[in-house]
């Protein structure tokens, strides 16, 4: 939630279509309006293909500041010297909210018979042209002409996922939700239970070389909670980050042993391009890199990350692929899992290309799965559903090829594999330490968890 208390903002709100007309207009201070503003966009901006230079115009005194959404265009009007940023963070959370209750299906049609609703959001979004609620669920807790659901966040594109709980709020409630310090939690929340998940998943992407050179990898993180606390709780958490733990060290404070150890010193996570949900207290992680904040009530991402560094590959993959003649290729293909022998993989699929003309392919296991040829996958299915750590499995196949007068390239795509290890985080991430705390003093039950799946993880062969 952002207030802009210091300077004139927005003077009116309205959406277009790509000709200009008018589908929704409202005025937030039409005191201060001259004439027909939505006439005014159409024939100085719209009409002359002025969209394609600048996406603020000021026409007759008027600064017109407009996104596009499809073939829409939701224009945001001021007549004074306003902060054009803060605008335009309205105008893109405005899009965003309004696109949940569209159901993705930002358009003319839906747009007109969705015109109450709207209104209804600007209302509550704006204060005389102040920006006011841009959180989600507070503004769904003041409108009449619809409710969101679950599923329509889950199915949005949305950076933040949250999970809506369909409690009845008093007028009181409602006033601490709009202008208290966290609009992204209700007040008045109460479990009998009091519980909180905190899941590190890990998207591994991987590409290797023909020879086993690692030409690619890196890791898609995000840690996701389930919150399901009573009150107005406190958490904080701390990871085994490497800025963290080389100041600690530098300072002579004591560390963790798993952080501070040989061992553990070599897989320190290093994370880049941090992302953090709303709630989070950056000042606070910007200065000892803690993790404090109030949480939302149900499921949602904390915080995303990206890491290239100090990777544990959870599976190696040996290939080694020959043409023998024309119509034959034999191929010998290795899985080495390489994390602990306490953890296994869970879904695991590896995929293995054969050449479009394939006429046979006889297949033998020697070790774990089993693998079968699918011509509608385009070569060899190899499942198995538990990878045990520590352990190698091995394949051989023979590929008889149809004959034929003219001779088919085949491009030769690369080995791929899908998988799942649980208790496993290929970074290296670890959460130190949670606490949860809250005035009325009760004893929450915490649980981490961690997994690794397969991205983009291939082989070439």
């Not at 293909?49 to 009007?77: D, H, M, W």
């Not at 009449?144 to 007028?171: C, F, L, P, Y």
């Not at 100041?247 to 042993?257: F, L, Q, T, V, Y």
């Not at 904040?293 to 190696?316: A, E, M, W």
Request: glycine share 6%.
């Amino acid at each position: 939630k952002k207030y802009f208390v210091h300077t004139k903002m927005i003077t009116g709100v309205f959406i277009s279509n790509f000709r200009g007309d008018v589908l929704f207009r409202r005025y937030t201070r039409p005191d201060e309006v001259k004439g027909d503003l939505g006439e005014v966009f159409r024939v100085g901006v719209v009409l002359p293909g002025e969209i394609t230079q600048s996406p603020i115009v000021r026409i007759n005194n008027v600064s017109f500041c407009y996104i596009k959404v499809n073939n829409l265009f939701i224009v945001a009007t001021t007549s004074h010297n306003a902060d054009c940023f803060s605008i335009f963070e309205f105008l893109g959370r405005f899009s965003d909210i309004l696109e949940v209750y569209l159901e993705g299906k930002f358009d003319q049609k839906h747009i007109e018979a969705r015109l109450p609703l709207i209104y209804e959001l600007i209302e509550e979004m704006l204060d005389y042209g102040y920006p006011l609620i841009s959180d989600i669920e507070s503004v769904d807790k003041f409108l009449t002409q619809g409710r969101i659901t679950e599923a329509m966040i889950t199915n949005a594109s949305q950076r933040k996922q949250k999970k809506v709980s369909g409690r009845s709020h008093t007028a009181e409630q409602l006033t601490e939700t709009a202008t208290g310090m966290t609009p992204w939690r209700a007040p008045g929340i109460v479990y009998k239970r009091n519980e909180l998940w905190v899941d590190v998943v890990e998207n591994m992407h991987l590409l290797v070389s023909p020879s086993g050179s690692i030409l690619r990898s890196y890791i898609d993180g995000k840690i996701q909670l389930k919150c399901q606390l009573s009150g107005q709780p406190q958490c904080e958490f701390g990871m085994n980050d490497k800025l963290l733990v080389e100041k600690e060290r530098a300072s002579g404070k004591a560390i963790d042993p798993s952080a501070s150890s040989k061992k553990g010193a070599d897989t320190l996570a290093s994370l880049d391009d941090l992302s953090f949900h709303q709630c989070v207290r950056l000042p606070r992680f910007e200065a000892d890199r803690t993790v404090s904040f109030v949480p939302p009530d149900g499921c949602f991402t904390l915080l995303t990350y990206r890491t290239s560094q100090h990777i544990n590959v959870p599976f190696k993959v040996i290939s080694h692929v020959q043409q023998n003649s024309d119509d034959r290729i034999t191929y010998d293909v290795s899985v080495v899992s390489q994390f602990e022998p306490s953890k296994s993989g869970t879904k695991v699929i590896i995929k293995i290309p054969t050449p479009p003309n394939t006429a046979l392919c006889n297949v033998t296991v020697k070790g774990i799965g089993k693998a079968v040829y699918k011509a509608e996958e385009g070569g060899i299915v190899w499942r198995v559903k538990k990878f045990p750590g520590k352990v190698e499995t091995s394949l051989r196949a023979t590929v008889e090829l149809l004959s034929s007068s003219v001779k088919q390239n085949w491009d030769r795509p690369p080995i791929t594999m899908q998988f799942a290890v649980h208790t496993f985080a290929a970074s290296g991430l670890r959460i130190r330490y949670l606490k949860v705390s809250e005035k009325s003093g009760y004893h929450p039950h915490k649980w981490v968890r961690y997994v690794t799946q397969a991205g983009e993880y291939e082989k070439r062969i």
